[in-house]
């Protein structure tokens, strides 16, 4: 069975500042990883993904994310935070088996930032 | 924009009611997801369907069901609707059926049940 942990429901950081939003995953398989954004009143969209091959991945909007297997981690940052970065964060692991393909999502971060 | 529709945008309706939601997946898709996020529980998934056929099932209750048609188009049908089912409902699609084909998500339906 598959699951995700995001540590934090809600983070505030200043414009400029770092941003790290943080996903602990729990998977019986490899797993597939992704990060998703929702603004409000819109869909989802994905900013990155792991399947295999290299821990460390880059998205879109400058947002990047790093595979840590040892720690089962997936964890979400941004070296300098935009006003317009500021909406939910979902990370998802991609089930397997008797959920099929669906993703399995964490109850989400909500990213404020101020000027 | 994902190239996902959804329809409509917005329901209200009574409790003990019946809706239905409609998805139009990419064009070229094949595997259609219905998810449901709430306050309560968050992002879930409810149901796979891929290329007409029932894929997967997950908390999806006795009172909804789905399907997809041979235009590949999906339905999500609510019934005997209580005051919990308010939620927003998101279809995406994906061109296969495995985990490692990339999910594009529709802008989802807001139901409201009074």
């Known amino acids: 069975a598959q699951s995700v942990t995001q540590l934090g429901s809600h983070v505030s950081v200043s414009e400029g500042a770092l941003v790290l939003l943080r996903c602990n995953y729990s998977s019986s398989v490899p797993p597939y990883l992704f990060w998703y954004v929702q603004y409000p009143n819109q869909g989802l969209q994905l900013l990155l993904k792991?399947?295999?091959?290299?821990?460390l991945v880059k998205g879109i909007n400058g947002f990047e994310a790093e595979f840590k297997k040892s720690e089962t981690s997936f964890h979400l940052t941004k070296p300098s935070a935009h006003m317009s970065d500021a909406a939910e964060y979902f990370c998802?692991?991609?089930?397997?088996?008797?959920?099929?393909?669906?993703?399995?999502f964490g109850k989400g971060t909500t990213l404020s930032v101020s000027s | 924009d994902s190239g996902v529709t959804q329809t409509p945008k917005h329901l209200i309706t009574a409790t003990g009611q019946r809706v239905t939601l409609r998805c139009s997946p990419r064009s070229g898709d094949l595997s259609v997801y219905w998810y449901q996020q709430s306050l309560d529980q968050g992002l879930q998934f409810l149901i796979q369907y891929y290329n007409g056929e029932e894929r997967a099932k997950g908390n999806i209750l006795e009172r909804f069901s789905a399907q997809q048609f041979p235009d590949l188009h999906s339905e999500l049908n609510l019934s005997s609707l209580e005051l919990g089912d308010s939620a927003l409902y998101f279809c995406?699609?994906?061109?296969?059926?495995?985990?490692?084909?990339?999910?594009?998500f529709g802008p989802g339906t807001r139901l409201t049940v009074l």
């Open positions: 998802a692991v991609s089930g397997f088996n008797q959920a099929g393909t669906a993703l399995i």
């Open positions: 995406a699609s994906s061109v296969g059926p495995s985990r490692f084909h990339e999910q594009f």
């Open positions: 792991y399947t295999t091959g290299a821990t």
